[in-house]
């Protein structure tokens, strides 16, 4: 897998990405160092927050590159954002709250939205309850937490409505160019537009001015043989836009019409998750573009029976959640199944049960093909750290089966939209990944199989494992791999 810098050039990602987290890693080291901090490797517990949409193909990935850095696995935590935002909402006081005790927010039966608001937008219905059962009660007095994730907008296009404005005068070949030869002027436009983006609110009057890089109009009256104030006056934009030297002016109305298209496609997806939850009465709010006054303003308005809250330093809250979180990671102590979760496998055929097109012979027996074992229902809710087995085996007497003693075994895990899926064809199933299982140490395997498979998706992580009763090998799933194939989802 490659991606492309801003110029296009392609890396591989896994690259990419370790050399990043390799970075950020030997900045915290090196302050350790600087402040005389004394530390060791394995004293340090790494949290890598990830999206809370994001993929098991994309979480092995994340885990891939952060070894990749030198970060062992037992050293490494992910964690979803909008989860650990609220984490750190649980521990602030009212007046950091918006006047809310957090202890209201996250009483026993309470439910409430989560909106994430940062480069995408996420939404996590939050269900709080008290677990109290056995060595899993909690010593302090605080509940427990389920989640079901309802699923993403479009993301932030209030950066790139922008970049379409500009395209309008100055065209995007000019625009690209100008980028390549002066990088950092360019990116200065759109940081300048970062900041004043955020002053905006729906009430806001005032103009925004941002300053543009002489360079620039000079390239676009050499291109063009026009000036900038020529293009715009013959613009619909002429009452709406100046520019006076290096200065652009752009009115009020203007600058709201950029946050258009993304607060509605934000405001239309929580009434859709509205409508179908009737118990909510409360929207937390986190994430840097939750900070927004346009934001704040489009919500309550759009939402006048809800309870709306911002918390103090609402971008910073997913970090500071994530810090929480290593700490005590078992405050989350279950979450809801997306799929239901199961594998691969054949059965004995019941001509009762099984369709004809499916059968076949083994060992000279009649099965069924494609059948789906479902270990985990949607919607379930299910325990961190809850495992759930199912044993398998496989035979090599007859002869035609002879050759596979030599082969890896393979074993497909899929998911599925239905609560009740019977085989992997069904519509809704999906594959998410394989457990590739090599022979044991003397290259074949035996003549009977005995073995089981291990499943754990309580977590931010789905788990797999096939364990062998004779060689106790033990192989765990790949997602990526799957990720090279057609018509899956990674």
Partial sequence: MEISDINGKRQPALKIFSLTINRLKQ?????????????????????????????????????????????????????????VAALYCKLLPPDKLGGIDSGDVFSTGKQFMVLDLGANYFIFLWNCRRYRSGSHRKKRDSGRYTDQLEGLG???????????????FFGNDLLFEYSQNDMSEYLEILRSFERKKKCISTLDTNEM????????LETLKDKTGF?????????NYNDSVSVKRSKLTINDYVCKSFFTKVLQDITEHVKFILKQCF???????VG?????????????????????????????????????YGHDPEQIDARICRYSY?????????????????????????????????????????????????????????????QWRREHKEIEVYASTDTDPKFITDEGC???GTILVPPPACGLWPVRVRGKIEMEIGGTEIIVTYIDNQSHISSRMDFMGICNKTDVKC
């Fill in 209 to 216: 001015n941002l300053r543009l890089p002489p360079e620039l």
């Fill in 227 to 235: 000036t900038l104030q020529e293009i715009i006056s013959q613009s």
């Fill in 154 to 168: 479009e993301g932030m296009k209030v950066d790139s409505e922008f970049y379409q404005f500009l395209v309008k």
């Fill in 342 to 402: 199961g594998i691969a496998l054949h059965k004995e055929f019941k001509d009762e049960e099984h369709p004809e097109n499916k059968s076949f012979y083994s060992d000279g027996r009649k099965r069924v093909d494609d059948c789906f074992l479902k270990l985990y229902t949607i919607n379930e809710i299910v325990k961190v750290g809850e495992k759930r087995s199912f044993p398998v085996h496989d035979t090599h007497i007859e002869a035609d089966r002879q």
């Fill in 27 to 83: 900045h915290l080291l090196s302050d350790f160092d600087r402040r005389g901090i004394p530390y060791k490797n394995d004293d340090i517990h790494w949290v890598i927050t990830v999206p809370a949409i994001w993929t098991d193909a994309a979480k092995q990935f994340m885990r891939e590159a952060a070894n990749e850095a030198g970060i062992k696995n037992h050293q490494l935590s992910l964690a979803y954002e909008p989860e």
């Fill in 288 to 324: 840097g573009f939750s900070e927004s006054p346009i934001v704040i303003d489009t919500i309550r308005q759009s939402f006048p029976n809800m309870n709306v809250i911002i918390p103090t330093q609402a971008r910073m809250s997913v970090l500071f959640g994530s810090v929480v």
């Fill in 430 to 432: 999906f594959i998410l």
């Fill in 279 to 285: 118990d909510i009465s409360l929207i937390l709010m």
